[in-house]
């Protein structure tokens, strides 16, 4: 069991997740090819040591365990779990300068883009 960062993290910068994950294995892409990966950042499953930390940081709620994982995001798990196949290719990126929190109304937008509902 562990923790899949969803397409619900899509664009976002803001990455207060990094600041609480105590091992460092919230990570983007930084490979040269990146079709198939989208913008967005990953957790790495085998790394993960499941203390959930991180689930509250995120502004967008994007932040699941895999059993509470809407089958909707059931491709997210596949892609979260495909980056120790290319291991090489993420690393831990870098803090931004400036964080925007975005608001309810914008949470509750970026669900439905998904067609997340509830
Ligand atoms: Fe890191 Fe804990 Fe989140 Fe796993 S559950 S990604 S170890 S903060």
Do not use: H
């Amino acid at each position: 069991m562990t923790w899949v960062i969803t397409r619900l993290c899509r664009d976002c910068l803001d990455m207060t997740c990094l600041e609480v994950c105590p091992v460092n294995c919230i990570l983007e892409f930084v490979g040269d090819t990146p079709g198939g990966w989208p913008n967005q950042l990953y957790i790495a499953p085998d790394e993960c040591i499941d203390c959930g930390a991180c689930e509250p940081e995120c502004p967008w709620a994007a932040i699941f365990k895999d059993e509470d994982l809407p089958a909707l995001f059931s491709d997210d798990a596949v892609l979260n779990a495909r980056v120790m196949q290319s291991r090489g290719d993420f690393d831990v990126p870098q803090q931004p300068e400036t964080r925007r929190i975005p608001s309810a109304q914008e949470v509750e937008g970026n669900r439905k883009k998904w067609m997340l509902e509830g």
